[in-house]
């Protein structure tokens, strides 16, 4: 019903910025939702970032509020993840996800119907 394709990773020097995008294809829902999720070497994968289709509602992680913000251009279809102040922990493979229907719950990935394949993020020091 829907792929999503994630870019805009690569390598960076702490401190610096990337942003990243999600790119939708296929049958698209005015009651869907979008988020960014996570996953480091060894760890789970987690919960960035969150908003709804039409950008009203959004959800940041504490643990990035205020360097990573999520943001979204229907006219284009493109969610991004605007990441500044990078970190070497934000070293892991970047995920964006997909709810069909939005379930009220922008931060547990269990409410998440689909998901791109991830791009990865390596921040040096």
């Known amino acids: 019903q829907v792929h999503l394709a994630e870019s805009g990773g690569g390598l960076v020097q702490a401190g610096g910025s990337l942003r990243l995008s999600c790119a939708a294809s296929?049958?698209?829902?005015?009651?869907?939702?979008t988020g960014w999720f996570r996953q480091g070497p060894g760890k789970e994968r987690e919960f960035l970032a969150g908003i709804t289709w039409s950008g009203h509602r959004t959800y940041h992680a504490d643990f990035v509020k205020g360097r990573f913000t999520i943001s979204r251009d229907n006219a284009k279809n493109l969610v991004y993840l605007q990441m500044n102040s990078l970190k070497p922990e934000d070293t892991a493979v970047y995920y964006c996800?997909?709810?069909?229907?939005?379930?009220?719950?922008?931060?547990?990935?269990?409410?998440?119907?689909?998901w791109g394949q991830g791009t990865q993020v390596t921040v040096s020091s």
């Open positions: 296929g049958r698209s829902f005015s009651t869907s939702a």
């Open positions: 996800a997909v709810q069909e229907l939005y379930s009220d719950n922008l931060q547990n990935k269990r409410a998440y119907d689909y």
